[in-house]
């Protein structure tokens, strides 16, 4: 049995990560980590890598599943670009595990401001994490199996959300969607190319003036009546919920919030404002405990018209600008006005406009009232997105005890995972991303983050139809598959590819088939605390060449996947460290199989073909429109 310690550094805030808590040790008492030196400014870890060593973990980050060499820093961001150039993404998931023959160690650094982990970048065999504040708890193990580390990892964060069963369905947004005629035709879309719809997304333009807890009247005249119509058809209506409520003389969320003090409040102990979506906004103060529970009770307005799943976002939390910083802005441009514009002015004017949103700065100027404490922002912006979507979810349990509700955010800490799931933000249809998309899951999973998934075809830029089908393709394993896209992309519901709509019908049923192995799956993982999607390498620990198999992953204890991600590619190449049985699916009726010895293997995979491997011990059986895997 493995155990983690927990070392402590200072006064750490107690952020309700983890639940089962090991007693804590002083960093001077317990000597400190295992194999990591404290620098000598005491704000950096310093570990030697051994070449042999693997680095997992860190959740949602950008670039492969072995986090060795780069740079990436927990700081929750609002990163349109997932270019492999970036270090922060919308999540601070700071687990780690290190592991080679020789045995692993796992390490979760458990702080809310800003973490920077040096995972090779500065020097190839160096890991360095440094800290922005000294108070930080360490959560340490180690032992001969890494998966029996993050096991207890798992364990001692407690149970990942478990969503609504239908939220396994398959869903479609875009944002843009503007009135209930929109969605009617999206439905009607998939209706008549034959293609199922579980779910449909709400985007900001159903709220009145991206107001939160709103409806805009005109465009949505009955939601309750809609939200029955779409359910009659098996539908659900899943709404998005920013964290920034707008100022507005008359709008009761946030006259309600300013009269009981529940936002977030400068050091002068005025309301903090800056602008989002609806324009300027306030933030509620979701880390205090009342200003939590009032802003999880606003979500009754949107229960109580039937609604039964929310996706929140903006919650890193984004700003947009800030009056201030504009009014400086604005005042050096004058100054820049009629000067002669040299190429350094010529910069300086692009770094003006263009880097005014989300500032660190920004995020200095005000506070929360957290346990007690008058906290600066930045030091617990981590938790941010976790306290909005713990508001939610306490909610759900206090107003609608007998309802399931689905819950997913976009901004995530360690703790968020008991609450809600994830989805990857604003990717683009590239197919890089859709790699990223496989990569990004296993490290989610260890993290505790199990219901998640990817825009489905990429949020931002132009998707083609083969990226659509190859996306699906993957996106059909993952438990939250949703298709959504940006205002001003090309249109990307599945019905729109007209000549591909026949096999997009049969790729969601294949879905829908694979649901019950996926949902037992899902529920298995929860409770024994166990990945859902595997990489080889934790799978095989004897066999070195899956070290350096990134597009493979295990699915559950019976199978593994290895999607296509490579545009007009007939086929791919499949590394099998133990004989499979392929199922190339077509349809659910229409498949061939194919026992396959150990070793490298040329797989033939058509646009339509999705790639199944049962394992040994294990079995796929069709019968009728059923699959059974055991
Ligand atoms: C953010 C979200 C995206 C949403 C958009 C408009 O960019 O990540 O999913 O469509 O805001 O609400």
Request: aromatic residues 14%.
């Amino acid at each position: 049995m493995v155990q983690y310690r927990k070392i402590i550094l200072g006064d750490p805030l107690e952020t309700e990560a983890v639940v089962e808590q090991p007693e804590a040790e002083q960093w001077e008492e317990a000597g400190g980590l295992p194999g990591f030196l404290l620098g000598r400014e005491k704000k950096i870890l310093r570990y030697r890598m051994r070449d042999s060593q693997l680095v997992y973990g860190l959740g949602e980050t950008v670039r492969g599943i072995n986090k060795r060499g780069w740079k990436y820093i927990s700081d929750c961001s609002d990163e349109t670009n997932h270019t492999e150039d970036r270090n922060s993404l919308y999540a601070a998931q700071n687990f780690l595990l290190i592991f080679d023959e020789q045995g692993a160690q796992a390490l979760f650094v458990d702080t809310p401001g800003r973490v920077i982990f040096d995972i090779g970048f500065t020097h190839a065999a160096s890991l360095e994490i440094t800290l922005d504040e000294l108070d930080a708890a360490f959560y340490y193990a180690e032992g001969s199996d890494p998966l029996e580390l993050i096991r207890e990892f798992r364990r001692i964060i407690g149970p990942s959300y478990l969503p609504p069963k239908w939220a396994f369905g398959y869903g479609q947004s875009r944002w843009g969607y503007k009135n209930e005629q929109d969605i009617r035709r999206v439905v009607e879309g998939y209706e008549k190319a034959g293609i199922p719809l579980d779910m449909v997304y709400l985007d900001i333009d159903y709220m009145d003036h991206f107001k939160d807890f709103t409806v805009d009247s005109e465009a949505f005249p009955d939601l309750p009546g809609f939200v029955r119509e779409m359910k009659e058809k098996g539908i659900h209506l899943i709404p998005i919920i920013d964290a920034g409520v707008k100022i507005e003389e008359g709008y009761p969320v946030y006259e309600e919030g300013v009269k009981e003090g529940y936002f977030c409040k400068k050091e002068d102990g005025e309301e903090f404002r800056t602008a989002v979506w609806p324009g300027l906004v306030h933030f509620p103060d979701v880390l205090n405990d009342k200003a939590r529970e009032w802003f999880g009770n606003q979500y009754r307005t949107l229960l109580d018209m039937g609604i039964d799943g929310f996706w929140n976002d903006m919650n890193e939390p984004t700003l947009f600008y800030t009056e201030e910083h504009l009014e400086e802005v604005f005042r050096r441009l004058e100054e820049l006005r009629g000067q002669e514009m040299d190429i350094w002015k010529f910069f300086e004017f692009g770094d003006l406009t263009g880097s005014i949103s989300s500032r660190a700065e920004d995020y200095r100027t005000f506070y929360h009232d957290f346990r007690g404490r008058k906290v600066r922002h930045d030091k617990v912006h981590n938790l941010y997105g976790y306290y909005m979507t713990r508001a939610a979810a306490e909610a759900f349990r206090r107003l609608a005890p007998d309802r399931e509700i689905l819950l997913f955010s976009r901004s995530s800490y360690v703790g968020m995972h008991r609450y809600g799931g994830v989805w990857t933000g604003d990717n683009k249809s590239w197919w890089s991303h859709l790699l990223l998309n496989l990569q990004q899951l296993p490290a989610l999973n260890m993290c505790g983050f199990l219901y998640s998934g990817a825009d489905t075809g990429g949020f931002g830029s132009d998707c083609t139809e083969d990226l659509m089908m190859r996306w699906v393709e993957l996106s059909m394993f993952t438990p939250l598959f949703r298709n959504h896209a940006a205002l001003g992309t090309r249109v990307q519901e599945l019905y729109r590819f007209e000549e591909l709509a026949p096999d997009f019908a049969n790729l969601i049923r294949l879905r829908h088939a694979l649901i019950p192995y996926l949902y037992e799956q899902f529920v298995r993982a929860r409770e024994q605390n166990d990945l859902l999607f595997t990489p080889l390498a934790l799978a095989y620990p004897s066999d070195r060449r899956v070290r350096t198999v990134e597009d493979q992953l295990l699915l559950g204890d019976a199978l593994m996947i290895a999607p296509v991600y490579i545009q007009n590619a007939v086929g791919r190449y499949v590394y099998l460290p133990e004989p499979m049985t392929l199922c190339r699916f077509r349809s659910v009726t229409d498949y061939d199989r194919l026992e396959l010895p150990a070793g490298d293997h040329y797989i033939d995979l058509a646009l339509n073909e999705v790639a199944i491997f049962v394992r040994p011990g294990h079995t796929l059986e069709v019968t009728g429109d059923t699959i059974s895997i055991r």
